[in-house]
């Protein structure tokens, strides 16, 4: 397989010369203090750390976006298409397990009926992604089987003494990096092979190396439904929704009607199955504890999903649950406590 490579100096130039011909999106560092995917703007740069406080699934599965507009005249209703072809954008400096995270969300929006909202922006999407060469103590990619020195997407970038380098792994890839060769040379794979390995070194130092899946799945959903634990674990969950919100595999999403005086604008909004009116009825509600919803998202990730999935968890490991929860609970903290009750 070809590969390609810039010098780091350059790599504002590649960021130009990739904007000139289709939206790009970089993580980088804000003022807030957090690094975030944002659209590129001249001499932005790339965060070191990759470690964006939410994840890249924002721009296949917007926080909220239009799906249609009802026009009303009198006794008639006309619906307004407000579908239009996305344009092409890139995606650039994805850690592994965000990419890990679009076969997911394919699995679940691209299933029939397909979504065609979020298609048109998986279509119209190229992911380089960027081996992880700074995993922080929170990461866990690993548990579940995603090698964060070896990402996947359409081109994987490496970054090994003072050069980025390219390989690319799709069509796409080929075509974007083809599309910037004027600044690319074509090298051996060598460097490529000591990136990663200076990676495996950094993984062995995580502390959640040692964690695994082993216990959950499909096969164990009385056991672990019924388990005791989740009375303790729940007790303090403020149904906040921040893991849902920050979690780049949770899908759930609501629907709902606003009027704004000249049309009603039909728009959906992401939703948790951790706040206490999701997917309220007028028979009640299905889950009213707090304990029903906690057990709920985390069932729907090490259980439900994996049955549905061949295997596949809902989870990727990205650890912003760990870092993100105002209580501090989080997926590793359930997996454990689930395990030792086990043991
Ligand atoms: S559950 Fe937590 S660690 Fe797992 S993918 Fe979601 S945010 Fe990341
Ligand atoms: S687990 Fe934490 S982040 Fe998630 S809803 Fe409960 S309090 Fe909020």
Redesign the pocket.
């Known amino acids: 397989m070809s590969t390609y490579r810039i010098r780091e100096e350059r790599l504002p130039a590649l960021f130009e010369e990739t904007a000139k011909k289709r939206k790009l999106y970089l993580p980088t560092d804000t003022a807030e203090g957090v690094a975030a995917f944002l659209p590129y703007r001249e001499g932005m740069t790339l965060t070191a750390s990759l470690n964006t406080s939410r994840s890249a699934k924002d721009l296949f599965f917007p926080q909220t976006e239009t799906l249609a507009d009802f026009k009303v005249s009198g006794r008639e209703i006309a619906v307004v298409d407000v579908r239009e072809e996305c344009e092409d954008f890139l995606l650039f400096g994805v850690r592994a397990c965000d990419v890990k995270s679009f076969e997911i969300l394919d699995r679940v929006f691209l299933a029939e009926p397909v979504d065609s909202f979020y298609k048109n922006r998986r279509e119209h999407g190229t992911v380089v992604s960027l081996a992880c060469a700074s995993p922080v103590e929170t990461c866990f990619c690993g548990t579940f089987g995603i090698d964060c020195a070896d990402p996947e997407g359409d081109a994987a970038a490496y970054r090994w003494e003072g050069y980025y380098y390219f390989v690319p792994l799709t069509e796409k890839g080929e075509e974007y990096l083809a599309s910037v060769e004027s600044l690319l040379e074509e090298t051996d794979d060598g460097p490529v092979w000591d990136a990663k390995g200076e990676i495996y070194r950094k993984k062995e130092r995580l502390p959640l190396k040692s964690l695994t899946t082993e216990g959950f799945g499909g096969e164990r959903t009385k056991e672990l439904f019924d388990s005791e634990k989740w009375e303790s674990l729940s007790e303090a969950c403020l149904g906040c929704g921040t893991?849902t919100y920050?979690?780049?595999?949770?899908q759930c999403f609501d629907i709902r009607d606003f009027d704004t005086g000249r049309q009603i604008r039909r728009y959906r909004c992401w939703d948790s199955c951790m706040v206490s009116d999701f997917t309220k009825m007028a028979g009640g509600n299905p889950r009213p504890t707090q304990k029903e919803r906690f057990r709920q998202r985390f069932m729907h990730?090490l259980v439900y999903f994996p049955a549905e999935n061949e295997g596949i968890f809902g989870?990727?490991?990205?650890?912003?649950?760990?870092a993100q929860c105002p209580i501090s609970m989080?997926?590793v903290k359930v997996m454990k406590a689930l395990k030792e009750e086990k043991e």
């Open positions: 893991c920050v979690c780049p595999t949770c990730k989870c990727v490991g990205c650890g912003r649950c760990l989080n997926i």
